[in-house]
Antibody, heavy 120, light 107 residues
Framework: EVLLVESGGALVEPGGSLRLSCATS????????MNWVRQAPGKGLEWVSV????????FYGDSVKGRFSVSRDDSRSTLYLQMNSLRAEDTATYYC?????????????WGRGILVTVSS | EIVLTQSPGTLSLSPGERATLSCRAS??????LAWYQQKPGQTPRLLIS???VRATGIPDRFRGSGSGTDFTLTITRLEPDDFAVYYC?????????FGQGTKVEVK
């Protein structure tokens, strides 16, 4: 069974930092690109970032570029999102999601999400 | 960044009716487009990949079509379980983006 479990969510003040983790199991983690997607309360989905297999390339959404950094530890089958210079508009549930296949970009498995709240 | 515009914002239909959802891209994404379903309190569920390929376990009443900049998700006969929000997402030239969603609600 494929499982993705996010952790690290918290209440943080504007300007602060936070690191999210996504522990995975049930598939060959190193073989797949992995994504972060977020959803502000009552809003739609916003794609945040992707990291390719073997960490060859990373991409970011315009709203987080320069502030967020994605990484992975294939030995631990874990995905990370380092979030710096946090803003109120970063408040959201953050999901990690697995690419469905190599060379694709559709996402077939998602974690249940973790809430990040940015507020003073 | 490629912008995806979904229409309509809300679709009010009855069970058994046909739902037609549109997703338009600001530039060509070829067929690099997926559709997801999200119900309240749940994670998104992949329905369609490559514009028209149903994901594993997705009923054949869900049909995707289109290429380039214009895409359609059709639900041929709505069942009670289909009332939800639907999102399109491209995976062409990065960054990947989602449309703003179409809510299919009970009329």
């Amino acid at each position: 069974e494929v499982l993705l479990v996010e952790s690290g969510g918290a209440l943080v003040e504007p300007g602060g930092s936070l690191r999210l983790s996504c522990a995975t199991s049930g598939f060959s983690f190193s073989s797949y690109a992995m994504n972060w997607v977020r959803q502000a309360p009552g809003k739609g989905l916003e794609w945040v970032s992707v990291i390719s297999s073997k960490s060859v390339v990373t991409f970011y959404g315009d709203s987080v570029k320069g502030r967020f950094s994605v990484s992975r530890d294939d030995s631990r089958s874990t995905l990370y999102l380092q979030m710096n210079s946090l803003r109120a508009e970063d408040t959201a549930t953050y999901y990690c999601a697995k690419d469905a296949r190599g060379g694709g970009g559709d996402m077939d498995y998602w974690g249940r999400g973790i809430l990040v709240t940015v507020s003073s | 960044e490629i912008v995806l515009t979904q229409s309509p914002g809300t679709l009010s239909l009855s069970p058994g009716e046909r739902a037609t959802l549109s997703c338009r891209a600001s530039q060509s994404v070829n067929i690099n487009l997926a559709w997801y379903q999200q119900k309240p309190g749940q994670t998104p569920r992949l329905l369609i990949s490559d514009a028209s390929v149903r994901a594993t376990g997705i009923p054949d009443r869900f049909r995707g079509s289109g290429s380039g900049t214009d895409f359609t998700l059709t639900i041929t006969r709505l069942e009670p379980d289909d009332f939800a929000v639907y999102y399109c997402q491209h995976y062409g030239t990065p960054p990947r983006t989602f449309g703003q969603g179409t809510k299919v609600e009970v009329k």
